[in-house]
């Protein structure tokens, strides 16, 4: 276990304790120790230690330290795994409001997944209808994720619509022993036992993982809105 971990484990979910303790373990670091902080997060992360990710990292933030795109979306997550999704749509309204223009696309995928979870359809739909606005092209989990929830309303001529415009992909990208597997979407049924489930559409340059770290732009395409 991480020593950073190890130094907070115990404690309570007092922002002053745990803020103190923190504090104490990088008091003899000349620089901020940044590596070893980004350490401690995917370990908590691996343990699903929410509460311990949004105190480290907003720790980690108020110290000017780690703001990257990779930082924001983890608090965002984790904000939504602890049930405090006001606190995650005020970060996703400052964070839209600020990188407008350059909001990777997994956040509006996370986004969406989370207003998906609860049911929030309305919000669900907003989301969407920004990401048609700015010419982003949704993933195909998004695409699955609005169009279950125009069936469950009854939206079926949204439905085929927004098939219409976002068929499959002729090709998607599976994982097999942490390498990228290019197949044609037809023979997935055939190979599905062969693959893990993570799925890319072959428009992607890039991974979502590799855009949040990197905050790089979204893809941008010119499309006409559902909405």
Excluded at 65 to 91: H, V
Aim: glycine share 6%; net charge negative; with cysteine.
């Amino acid at each position: 276990m991480c020593k950073l971990v190890s130094s907070i484990k115990g404690l309570s979910n007092v922002k002053e304790e745990v803020y103190g303790a923190l504090d104490s373990f990088i008091a003899w670091d000349l620089e901020f120790p940044l590596i070893t902080v980004k350490k401690a997060l995917k370990s908590l992360e691996h343990e699903k230690e929410w509460k311990r990710i949004i105190q480290v990292t907003k720790w980690m933030l108020s110290k000017g330290q780690g703001k990257t795109m990779g930082s924001y979306y983890l608090l965002l997550s984790a904000l939504a795994e602890d049930g405090r999704i006001d606190e995650a749509e005020e970060l996703w309204t400052k964070l839209f409001s600020d990188n407008l223009q350059s909001m990777p696309r997994i956040f509006f995928d996370r986004m969406i997944a989370i207003y998906y979870k609860r049911d929030m359809h309305d919000k669900m739909f907003e989301v969407f209808a920004d990401m048609e606005e700015l010419g982003i092209r949704p993933t195909v989990s998004i695409v699955n994720m609005v169009g279950d929830v125009f069936q469950k309303l009854g939206m079926l001529d949204k439905y085929q619509k927004l098939k219409r415009k976002y068929p499959p992909p002729k090709w998607e990208y599976r994982y097999i022993k942490g390498k990228r597997v290019k197949i044609r979407s037809q023979n997935l049924k055939e190979r599905k036992d062969e693959f893990s489930n993570e799925t890319e559409n072959n428009e992607d340059s890039n991974s979502d993982e590799s855009e949040v770290d990197e905050g790089g732009e979204s893809e941008i395409s010119p499309a006409a809105p559902l909405y």
